[in-house]
């Protein structure tokens, strides 16, 4: 007898849409939350009723508009120049700033930006046959993507344990006459802080060398904490030497996933960023970013967030974020055995553990299983491990419920002890070199760790993280690559 459903997505018959979408919502009851304030990373959810019914209804109107031509979808073309505008005026460029002709781009992520403005940068210097970037260390992976990509070296600078930001004295030795792209964080997410940004660019200006700043993460947050009063060191393009910024609408613009903003302080420093091809039979192709095809949808759901919110909108979703960031870092204050990594200046809250009997990892699961989703982030150089809270405003009602909740779960914490792995299973992790790790030896270590088989994600990943962290980075990589490899396989 014939499956008519299967179990993949084809099925030898078509289902009632009906079915099809009770199918789908099956499968999102194991998603974390994306609304309600208890999930602090991913997801960017401001608590503000009807907008998501706004944002869907915008993404069908132009879900099957294609941004491959503006000239044949000039509606696409509107939107996206309107986006752009605002986040430029947002960030300090515009009509009667120090930056009066800002341009950018609508990509589809803080990745992509990322990756265009290293593009760019780039291949402004063709003469140069090995070019690089200097990134400090807290700088995001997607840079260390953008050289592995586009085959530029990277530089990393380190930051200080306590400041957690670079050294501008470091970032200025690190330039070599190779460099292309000097880079600072506003701030890094990491951590929440924002990079001595003035005196980067300042170095980076008197090499003669682009400076990048990624506000993929805080630049639609960090102005309108400013605007309520927020000691916000300065970022945008008011800095000089500031000559191209990113920023995400899909984090605190809160639109649907994925629009991000890459901005160059004007055209010429642009232009690079252009990839065109006209030497075959087909069409010129000319793209501004990676994708050519480029659906609507998104671009779309961006420009009706930001013109239903508005300005007063933001202002109110800002103030509410800094009170749930306040309330929650007062949580963590009070929690013996935990101290914060920084006083919040943005809108993250990073802790990490004082005492060696209370394992972060162990905390992570304990609130996950109470209901509240953090993210472990393993420990870097001299930087420990830490847990990596990103507040939203629909954080703010849930903000009381939370220091009791984690109260419960160090206590829980302290009773099971810390997650021991055997020595041999350490002594292997910092020992075996990354080309060691054969998918076989990764699938018996997978098993050994509840990852192997059918068993999907596991519900507690304490003893996954712990082995990480026993790692060095390039082993973690491969590691995470494998294990990665073992759950996305296909569904037969």
């Known amino acids: 007898m014939t499956d008519t459903a299967g179990t993949g997505a084809l099925p030898a018959e078509g289902l009632p849409a009906a079915r099809v979408l ?49 000239t044949a979808f000039p509606s696409l073309l509107a939107m996206e120049n309107a986006l752009v505008a605002a986040a430029a005026r947002l960030l300090g460029g515009g009509p009667g700033t120090s930056a009066p002709d800002v341009v950018g781009s609508v990509t589809g992520g803080g990745t992509e930006s990322l990756l265009l403005a290293v593009k760019a940068a780039r291949d402004a210097r063709p003469d140069l046959a090995e070019p690089r970037i200097v990134v400090p260390a807290s700088g995001h992976a997607a840079f260390a993507k953008a050289a592995h990509y586009l085959r530029v070296a990277l530089d990393p600078v380190p930051v200080d344990p306590v400041t957690l930001r670079p050294a501008v004295a470091d970032v200025a030795a690190a330039i070599r006459p190779e460099t292309v792209l000097v880079v600072a964080s506003a701030p890094s997410y990491a951590h929440g802080v924002v990079d001595p940004v003035a005196g980067i660019a300042a170095v980076a200006a008197d090499a003669g060398v682009r400076c990048h700043v990624d506000a993929c993460f805080g630049g639609w947050a960090l102005p309108w904490l400013r605007r309520l009063g ?10 000089p030497g500031v000559t191209s910024i990113s ?55 961006a420009y009706a967030t930001l ?20 309330g929650l870092a007062a949580a963590v204050r009070a929690t013996d055995g935990l101290r914060l ?20 990892f162990v905390l992570v699961d304990e609130l996950t299983a109470r209901g509240w989703h953090t993210q472990p982030q393993l420990r870097h150089a001299d930087l420990p491990a830490s847990v990596h809270l990103t507040v939203t405003a629909s954080v703010a009602p849930r903000v009381a419920e939370f220091g009791p909740a ?26 075996l070199a990354p080309e060691a790790l054969t998918p076989e030896l990764v699938a018996g270590l997978a098993d050994g760790l509840g990852l192997g ?31 990665v490899g073992l759950l996305q396989r296909p569904a037969w």
């Open 341 to 360: 990594m920084a006083e919040p200046e943005s809108t993250v809250v990073c802790f990490t553990a004082d005492d060696p009997k209370l394992d972060l």
């Open 406 to 431: 984690l109260a419960d779960a160090v206590a829980a914490v302290r009773a099971a002890g810390p997650v021991v792995l055997p020595p041999e299973l350490v002594a292997l992790a910092g020992g």
């Open 247 to 301: 920023v995400d609408l899909h984090k605190y613009a809160y639109a649907p996933k994925g629009v991000s903003v890459l901005l160059h302080r004007d055209p010429a420093l642009r232009a690079p960023q252009y990839f065109a091809y006209a030497d075959w039979p087909g069409y010129t192709m000319v793209n501004p970013v990676i994708a050519s095809t480029r659906s609507g949808g998104p671009i779309a759901a």
């Open 307 to 326: 013109r239903h919110l508005g300005e007063d909108g933001y202002l109110r979703l800002a103030a509410s974020t800094r009170d749930a960031v306040a």
């Open 230 to 239: 927020a000691p916000v060191p300065p970022f945008d393009f008011a800095v």
């Open 453 to 483: 088989g059918d068993t999907g994600v596991p519900e507690r990943m304490a003893v996954v993280n712990t082995l990480l962290d026993a790692a060095p980075a390039a082993v973690r990589e491969r590691l995470l690559a494998e294990f």
């Open 22 to 70: 009770d199918e789908i919502r099956a499968l999102r009851a194991a998603d974390r939350p994306t609304h309600g304030g208890r999930l602090f990373a991913y997801v960017y959810d401001p608590g503000v009723a009807g907008l998501d019914e706004l944002a869907q209804a915008a993404y069908a109107e132009s879900a099957h508009v294609n941004g491959l031509d503006p």
